[in-house]
């Protein structure tokens, strides 16, 4: 499977943003995505996650409230709505599905099988 992200780009502090995630073909309904972002030089950071077909919905702490994510099986594509922009935000996204998650690893990368290539959110005035 292979996964190509979009969406992203330059926004000021308080707008909003949806990122896309296409994958090349269907994956199972009992596989999980979650969303990643990098800061320039760190290591991965645990975003939201959508446990199996969307029993759980897991977000980090410091996004609470201000993202969603989804996914539409029919056009096997995931999302990341990404509201009230800070500039702290800024970083590259990533998407990711992970097809032998449990409920307890979905915040880490390592559990994940495949990854999109990344797209970039830059949040300035």
């Known amino acids: 499977v292979q996964l190509q992200a979009s969406g992203g780009g330059f926004m000021q502090p308080g707008g909003s943003l949806r990122l896309s995630c296409v994958a090349s073909e269907r994956f199972s309904s009992t596989c999980s995505i979650g969303w990643f972002r990098q800061f320039s030089g760190k290591e991965r950071d645990f975003v939201a996650a959508?446990?199996?077909?969307?029993?759980?919905?897991i977000v980090a702490d410091s996004m609470k409230g201000r993202v969603t994510i989804s996914r539409d099986n029919a056009k096997n594509t995931m999302y990341l709505q990404l509201d009230r922009l800070k500039p702290e935000d800024t970083a590259v996204y990533y998407c990711?599905?992970?097809?032998?998650?449990?409920?307890?690893?979905?915040?880490?990368?390592?559990?994940?099988?495949?990854w999109g290539q990344g797209t970039q959110v830059t949040v300035s005035s």
């Open positions: 990711a599905v992970g097809c032998r998650l449990i409920l307890s690893n979905t915040r880490n990368p390592a559990a994940y099988d495949y």
């Open positions: 959508l446990f199996r077909n969307g029993g759980t919905t």
